[in-house]
């Protein structure tokens, strides 16, 4: 059964880095979005993208975050300068089309020190 | 409360019992969808109902929705250790066709 998968599955970095996610969404799939849960909270949305641009942010994707679809298989999210309140875990999450149920990756814990 | 609120927190059942969870919202919506979660893991993608439906069902699981008050429910049937999991209810706002929020979920343990 085809599914979204993400690396790595868990990314130590110092406060101010830069870090990138990484995502492979299920190949048929046109829709994309990310997700953070910080732990013991709600599944967050962050950011969902369609056709190269981003279709839709919540107010937590402010500037330090961007999205990028560098080839025709991944889903990358960066956080430009790292805060110890990113530290949580990011989920990937595609969809064949909007409004049907997302299917999610395994996760990505970021850790900030 | 928020959109998208479970209740109760936790629910401990034995097995071959009923597990029935609830979920409240306060915007319109287009759907409703429900999660699983295992410990540290990703999400599971259940069922989904659309806001001009009433009751869905698929294998064990049976959910309802009624718009006029704001909610749904998850009944999971004859449960086996193997449902022990945190279960979500998601909506996906009208006007948006993007983005699920997610309540705080309902922490589901099976005794076996």
């Known amino acids: 059964e085809p599914e979204v998968t993400q690396t790595p599955s868990h990314q130590v970095t110092q406060m101010g880095q830069e870090v990138i996610l990484r995502c492979v969404p299920i190949?048929?799939?046109?829709?994309f979005y990310w997700y953070r849960q910080i732990l013991g909270q709600k599944v967050e949305f962050l950011v969902s993208f369609y056709n190269n641009e981003i279709s839709e942010k919540s107010e937590i994707f402010d500037d330090q975050f961007s999205v990028e679809r560098p080839d025709g298989s991944n889903f990358t999210l960066k956080i430009r300068s790292t805060k110890l309140e990113d530290s949580a875990m990011y989920f990937c999450?595609?969809?064949?089309?909007?409004?049907?149920?997302?299917?999610f990756g395994p996760g990505t814990r970021l850790t900030v020190l | 409360s928020q959109q998208g609120e479970e209740d109760p927190q936790a629910l401990s059942i034995q097995e071959g019992e009923n597990a029935t969870m609830n979920c409240s919202y306060k915007t319109s919506i287009n759907n409703l969808q429900w999660y699983r979660q295992n410990s540290g893991r990703g999400l599971v993608h259940l069922i989904l109902?659309?806001?001009?439906?009433r009751e869905k069902h698929s294998g064990r699981l049976r959910v309802t929705l009624d718009t006029s008050k704001k909610s749904s429910s998850l009944l999971i049937t004859a449960s086996r250790a193997a449902d022990t999991a945190s279960y979500f209810c998601a909506t996906v706002t009208s006007g948006s066709a993007r983005q699920l929020t997610f309540g705080s979920g309902t922490q589901l343990t099976v005794l076996p």
């Open positions: 190949s048929n799939h046109l829709y």
């Open positions: 109902i659309r806001s001009n439906e």
């Open positions: 999450a595609s969809s064949e089309w909007p409004l049907l149920g997302q299917f």
